[in-house]
């Protein structure tokens, strides 16, 4: 059975312009989380997505988003970029909501803002 | 908000020997999770747990959840060059956020 993949895996980025970012989910995975790791901060909750439906979300501002396909793939997306975006992106997947079933991560994306 | 704290924040033990990793949160814990990660990878899930007391084991890892200290330990016996990365525990932190410890990172020397 194949893991959570994410694409791309790197990305270099001017400070303004926006980034979209991939996550597909082990199959048969319903539920998508995202998570920004960063030094400074640690790993930080994004945003939950169980069935195409956002279930909670993290103390980010509204330049992050995310949305969820039909087939549970899910992309987040960050506009106007910022230096201190620059950081791993984690996704992982469930079969369930998170708090009930075990999460698997994927890779991550590393993004740098110049 | 609920804050998690992990200590020691490193540790460098000889092969063989055992440790514990503990992970303190500032509010009552009803989930707790413990993962590991490699540098710059993703995160591998080691176990969960969700009621006061339980305690898990794998492989050589066993942790535990006390729900009156609002603490988990993790510790790993006999300690093995695979085991070395970095440890985060994770809780329910309302509201169905993940809260995050800031990691403690393990070396192993051969």
């Known amino acids: 059975k194949a893991g959570v993949t994410q694409t791309p895996r790197y990305l270099i980025k001017t400070r303004g312009q926006q980034v979209t970012l991939s996550c597909s989910p082990i199959?048969?995975?319903?539920?998508v989380s995202w998570y920004q790791q960063t030094p400074g901060q640690g790993l930080q909750f994004l945003f939950e997505y169980f069935s195409e439906t956002q279930r909670n979300k993290g103390n980010f501002p509204g330049r992050f988003s995310g949305r969820q396909f039909s087939n549970s793939r899910s992309e987040m997306n960050v506009s106007t970029l910022e230096l201190g975006d620059s950081a791993l992106y984690l996704c992982?997947?469930?079969?369930?909501?998170?708090?009930?079933?075990?999460?698997?991560f994927g890779p991550g994306t590393r993004l740098t803002v110049t | 908000s609920q804050e998690l704290e992990q200590s020691p924040q490193s540790l460098i033990v000889q092969e063989g020997k055992n440790l514990t990793i503990n992970c303190t949160s500032s509010k009552t814990l009803y989930g707790l999770y413990w993962y590991k990660q490699k540098y710059g990878e993703g995160l591998i899930f080691l176990m969960m747990l969700q009621k006061g007391g339980e305690e898990k084991s794998h492989e050589k890892i066993t942790a535990k959840l006390d729900e009156k200290k609002q603490q988990s330990s993790l510790h790993i016996t006999a300690s093995q060059p695979s085991h070395a990365g970095i440890y985060l525990c994770?809780?329910?932190?309302?509201?169905?956020?993940?809260?995050f410890g800031a990691g403690t990172i393990l070396r192993v020397k051969s």
């Open positions: 992982a997947s469930s079969i369930g909501p998170r708090q009930l079933y075990e999460q698997y």
């Open positions: 199959s048969g995975h319903r539920s």
């Open positions: 994770g809780a329910d932190g309302g509201g169905n956020k993940l809260v």
